[in-house]
């Protein structure tokens, strides 16, 4: 039995190593906990501590789709896209460029106004692209293998 205060102790410790492994892209929760048990060899990194870290608000994590990605980078108009994106795939299975610029102008009330490079990039970090007969469309990374 770990005491509420231990606990709280190793939420604090393992926030920042959450974060890190969430910025490289979507992970499920098997995933994290296995990369953040490497670093931590001689003691147990259980389920309950990192999904108490990961509910966390300092990290602003999300679930989508059976995985985590982090909901914020820091640059306001970066996350004003990914939120967008992230609102779409917890709707939807997948979701074509087109849909997230819609879904933006829509929410926002203005066109995304992010160079085409900063869109592809925010795309990449969250989605993997796929070819739909003529049309790319785009789903979460690692949602496909978690089904």
Avoid at 48 to 74: H, I, N, P, Y
Avoid at 113 to 141: C, F, H, W
Wanted: include cysteine.
């Amino acid at each position: 039995m770990v005491s509420a205060g231990a606990g709280s102790r190793t939420r604090a410790r393992l926030l920042p190593e959450a974060r890190e492994a969430l910025l490289t892209g979507p992970k499920t929760t098997e995933e994290l906990k296995r990369l953040i048990q490497r670093k931590h060899p001689t003691e147990e990194i259980r389920e309950e501590d990192l999904l108490g870290v990961l509910s966390m608000e300092e990290l602003d994590a999300l679930q989508v789709r059976g995985v985590w990605v982090l909901a914020r980078t820091g640059t306001e108009s970066h996350d004003k896209f990914r939120k967008t994106l992230l609102s779409l795939f917890r709707h939807r299975d997948s979701v074509t460029r087109q849909d997230v610029m819609d879904e933006y102008q829509q929410t926002y009330g203005e066109r995304c106004k992010l160079s085409d490079y900063v869109v592809r990039q925010q795309l990449r970090e969250i989605a993997e692209k796929m070819e739909d007969g003529n049309q790319t469309i785009y789903v979460v990374k690692g949602a496909l293998q978690t089904r």
